[in-house]
């Protein structure tokens, strides 16, 4: 059993920077592909990125192509979440995924996750 807690988040104005952290624990963290979600209200949960067991490939969604990036730690068991330029539609409670499954089954849906962390929140405000 994985757990994950998710950190770093707040109040932010439009154009600042905000880097979320999401510690593992109770597992072998190499052995899970990672990766971030975040679900604004009343909408979905979306998916934000993902990043590979080595950590030597990372996809992320378009919607945040350029302005955030995804990174981890396998000696600290943590990946962390890089936002720059943010905007005011980035505003959301993220949550960080752990799944067994290997990059190539594609790992962009949240069923295909198999641990989540509690989330925490983001808000994009002037």
């Known amino acids: 059993q994985v757990q994950l807690v998710e950190s770093g988040g707040g109040l932010v104005q439009p154009g600042g920077s905000l880097r979320l952290s999401c510690a593992a624990s109770?597992?072998?963290?190499?052995?899970?592909?990672m990766g971030w979600f975040r679900q604004a209200p009343g909408k979905e949960r979306e998916f934000v990125t993902y990043?590979?067991?080595?950590?030597?490939?990372?996809i992320i969604a378009d919607s945040v192509k350029g302005r955030f990036t995804i990174a981890r730690d396998n000696a600290k068991a943590t990946i962390y979440l890089q936002m720059n330029s943010l905007k005011p539609e980035d505003t959301a409670v993220y949550y960080c995924?752990?799944?067994?499954?290997?990059?190539?089954?594609?790992?962009?849906?949240?069923?295909?996750?198999?641990?989540w962390g509690q989330g925490t929140q983001v808000a994009v405000s002037s």
């Open positions: 990043i590979s067991k080595t950590g030597s490939t990372a």
């Open positions: 109770g597992g072998t963290f190499s052995s899970y592909t």
């Open positions: 995924a752990a799944s067994k499954r290997a990059v190539s089954s594609g790992l962009r849906r949240s069923s295909e996750y198999d641990y």
